[in-house]
């Protein structure tokens, strides 16, 4: 899987370049992260003021100048603006928090704040998980399947265990309190927020956030506090015990985070992630409508008090001096969090609009890529961008997995990086330099055919692991979708331009073809990590699709509509709309070679893959394919010191188990729709449970659930 | 008297009773109306994997026809309408067979084989019906 086959290597830069870039690095500007209150417009959208803005520089990258990665030679074309913060690399002072909690734990949406969705429970095993059986099944009411009033449900809650209860929050932004040993209700909350679709294209929800106070008060409510957001850009505190509203949390229990949106408004600053609780700290980002507008609300990430909801502090990926004329860059997914080093690390997304980028032709150093910010500040630390002027939304989309390994002999302290485009980028996650070298190699430019483009002419290419995908050549074509589709498939394969990875959205022809595209790779599931073992688990999907840009009449006279993963995106402002599409053939089956999508475990002492396997089914009208062509994925896995990785994700519905150790599939059964967030491991009264919330997710099939389904060992054994 | 002219009409007519009312049929409406009932449950009971899915539905329709099959070859003389039957009758059982493989119908599979079985039985029968008669 050499991607040196159309690409070649660019040697590293001198080591003393390397040297110079990194002291100046340590000499920026401290940066300008915002100890700000909750007033609104105190500063604006959350944008650091310029008083507060590192100073201006051009071409310069944030710590992208490790020994082993040198900065970017080139980049757009245009002189570079400073990032919206200058990393400091200084790192907070160290507290003895150890990266994998002392105790089984499964409180946040990855199970954990490092993101290595990892259990020690041993009570269920690779022996004995083939006898899982169904402990209780809880449903929520709260689906649709957009046939009447309401849009299509989403629903990728990871189920959170705390406080003796497993809560859950609904597509419907309903909080729901259940037993975890019995499924029955303890509380719920209605929220009673809008239910349209004013940001994504479905009612979408990934879940709720816990926090509890390390001296509470006795008597007092709201000392252990929940959290839900809402499409409309409202964030909810409830007493984790009775599911009343706190009245001390913004106003009475609600704090109004759309009043910091007053940047380009177009759109609510939708949470539909839950916040990241840690410490005294809730941190949260939002998601948007990058597809929809050029110019879209900036993105920024707010620090609240969880007791009162008031700004601690806040940033934004996006300089000030172009924030105003692109947008987002937000971080939409989960963060994950070191608390003993005292950083927060963010998968940023890509700026607006997704697929053309000439109203941001300046450097945007933290855009798509993975930033690392002091707790307590929320000043940047260290920044990795893994795509360069992205103009393929690629957004960084799942939590860093933060990890300990063992690499030639020596302790790191590392962080993996899963993306969209198949790479798993691993770096020390105290300064951000690689782990194994991380290479700028020289990619495809344009064909001249997109007016105000500009160009990245290299990007970041890891040499370890190696990709998911092999994107060193065109992907085949599956001869028997070829065969359906009477060469539909070699047809479409010889009219679309690829010159390689990163081909960048043409006008010309039937457009580019993407692969890896926005869909595939690894998605907000993210890594998982067996500290144990030293072996991260990561589902992938190979798809491919194809994008053009229309000049802005031509759109209009073609568009009807537009989603977020395939059909007809409209980038309002931009002069291009643009169609995105899988490559399927009549009767949609795809084009490419399968299998679609995979499972694979990866040695982190040495980077290479133990074992990679089709995951899942894919399944059209019912009817199951082959599992050795495996199934795209969206949802991630959990994996258990017994010897077990627990996942959903695929498009047949199933729930599986998977032995840890060589990948093969020990246990399954059919859920109401796919689970698409990832399983969570609990004990509870001495008894192992796996749950997983089957939701079902528009971009896998029309297929929606409301089932929480939680297994055990049966009690007599 | 029931070896006379009578006698051999009423022995021709039990033989042609026999030829109308075969167990192949019999077999493939029995067999086809459980493949009707299963993929009905398949469809309409959660958790079956394709609970409301066009390809339960699909196999549904499928087993109906094969039912309806098996009625006509119960009461069609030899000749073109029967062969037509009992060929559709094969084509849709090898079909409905294959979408419950793809279904991951199992049941609904054996019950096709039936179905298969009683095609098979329903040649068997009418050859030696037909010969006896002949």
Redesign the interface.
Known sequence: MSLRSHVSAVRPAPLAATLVALTMAVLAHPAAAQNDTSKPGATSGGIPGAEQQGPSSTNQQPAQSGPTAPAPSGSPAAPGLAGAQQPTGRLPEQRPIPLVPDRPTWNTFHGQLNGQKYSPLTQITAENVGSLTKAWEFHTGDASDGSGNLPTSVWSATPIFANDTLYVGTPFYRVIALDPGTGAVKWSFDSKSTLKALTQPALKNRGVAYWESRSPIAGEPCQKIVYLGTMDAQLFALDADTGKLCPRFGKSGVVDVNQWNDVNNKYPLSLLQPPTVTGNHLILGWAGKDWAYAEAPPGTVFSLDPQTGERQWSFAALPQEVAARTGTANVWTAMSVDEGLGLVYLPVSSPSPNYWGGNRTEKIPLATSTTALNLETGEVVWSRQWVHHDIWDYDINSAPTLMDITVGGKQIPALMQATKMGFLFVVDRRTGQDVWPIEERPVPGGDGSVQGEVYAPTQPFPTKPAPLLDQSKKPGIWSVANMVGFGECTRLWDKLWYKGMYTPPTHRGEGAFTYPDSAGGVQWGGAGYDPKGQTAIVNFSHVVQYIKLYPRQEYEKLASGSGNEQGYYPQEGAPYGMSLQNALNWLGMPCWEPPFGEIAAIDMTTGDIKWRRPIGASQK?????PESLGSVTIGGPAVTAGGVIFIGASM???VRAYSLADGRELWSD???APAVSNPAVYEYKGREYVAFAAGGNTILKDQVGDQLVVYALPTSK | MWFGPVGAAHVEAELTAISRRPLGPLVIMIAGAAGVLLSAYAYLTPLTGITGAPGALLVIGSSVALVVDGLILRTATRGAVFWLFWLLGVLGAIGTLSAGYFLHAWWLMAAILIVLVGLGLTLTTRRRTVGDVA
């Open positions: 009208w019912g009817f199951y394919m047949d519905a199933k059919i859920v109401q």
